[in-house]
């Protein structure tokens, strides 16, 4: 009898966490995936016999270091740092660093587990991989940040290349940052290569990556409402974060006509009945990223509006909700107060923001319901085109890269509904995007052999 024979998910899943301990994030991401997978797999033997969901839920390699740096009261400071390589069965591995105090080991696992699927959802060649540090660039100056991303480099430069593994921009890491860590990585290999995505238009970025991520996430949801004969205008939204997801998010759904009603940070959420209207999201982009301020000041600024401190915004009745700050913000408590107000439509800017209860309130309700891996692959997509753009030695335009995001988070939706519809006019998009992720991966997998 082969092993897996008598192998099912519950099996599987206990395996997964016997092998990682005190990795709850890492394990709540295999399971998601395996639900759908399992079922999949059933008539699939070589999929079974060949341990392809076995694999690809043990990275590749997860490479930890540490990161010293000095900071401006010449204290010597200790980080630690990882590149996870979870997967580069259709390309090298690819995806973004995180820098914040949360990160540890399951959290970067469980985000190139993801981002495995996410990239081969997009069509583009490229695995999965996720890196960071346990660093807090809060309440840092910009010298410290500097000499953080240099040291983070000064290791992180071994393990990474443009044919190998491509990192881009996360939490705590945006184009300030990768222009530290690039500078850092020419200064030590002497080579001007397209190693890092997500770098200023200077010196080899691309048009629209910055704004990619929510705005894919909102052509997403377009698409998704167009299933029942929908779209955005007049309808509004609440968003979570207050950061590039976030914004850029809010920015589409203004320009597509629907109203947005909420933002927020690791501090609570402001609430603005008259809409967050473009000037009020310039004033939030330039308040968050240039004067690191805190979304409760907006109400100064904005005095109809509202600050709920501690809370997340998922109370305030909405036809869309959007959670765009980070992993596990929506829960199965506020999953079903959503449902319950009249939503709709979710389409996830962050990774992984609903957790698993979450997950099956929103399938039992059969709203539209888009997971991160599908909703929020516009960012990699437009990293993939930088990466295009780096090996030809040019710059595309803005309307050609607008038209190949809108085209990509199309062909995801396709996608979705290729292995999702459900019939009934259902389309189980997370159960679509696990399945169409998952077979272009393992197939290319099994054409390798077992290695
Ligand atoms: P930013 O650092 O620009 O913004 C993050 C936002 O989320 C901030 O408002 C931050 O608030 C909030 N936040 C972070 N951690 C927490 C927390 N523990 N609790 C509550 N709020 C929190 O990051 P991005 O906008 O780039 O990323 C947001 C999400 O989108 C992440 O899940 C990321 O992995 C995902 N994503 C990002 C992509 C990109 O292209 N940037 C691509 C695909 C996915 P505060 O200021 O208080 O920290």
Redo the contacts with the bound molecule.
Sequence with gaps: MAVTDHVDLNGFMEGVKKRNPHQPEFVQAVQEVAEDIFEFMQDKEEYHSQQILRRIAEPDRVVSFRVCWEDDAGNIRVQRGWRVQNNNAIGPYKG?I?F?P?VTESVLKF?AFEQTF?NALTGLPMGGGKGGSNFNP?GKSVREIMRFCQSFMTELYRHIGADIDVP???????GREIGFMFGQYKRITNNFTGVLT?KGLEWGGSLI??E???YGAVYFLENMLATKGENLAGKTAVI????????HAAEKIVQLGGKVLT?????GFIHDPDGITQDKIDWVKTH??HRRG??EEYVAEFPRASFHAGK?PWGVPCDMALP????N?LLGEDAKTLVANGCRAVSE?????TDLDGVHIFKAAKILYAP?KAS?????AV?GLEMSQNSERRSWKEEELQQMLKDIMSGIHNSCIRYGDQGGGYIDYVKGANIAGFKKVADAMLAFGVV
Excluded: F, W
């Excluded at 933002?263 to 501090?267: F, N, P």
């Excluded at 765009?324 to 992993?327: I, V």
């Excluded at 929020?376 to 990699?380: E, F, L, P, T, W």
């Design positions: 973004g995180r914040h949360s985000l996410k809060k881009a921009g996360d939490i705590g890491v945006g997500g990556r910055t990619a991520t929510g979570s974060g207050s950061g590039n997801v976030a914004t933002l927020s940070d690791s501090g968050k990223t805190r979304i997340t765009c700050a980070t992993q913000e800017g962050a990774n992984m923001p991160g929020n692959a516009g960012g990699v990293s």
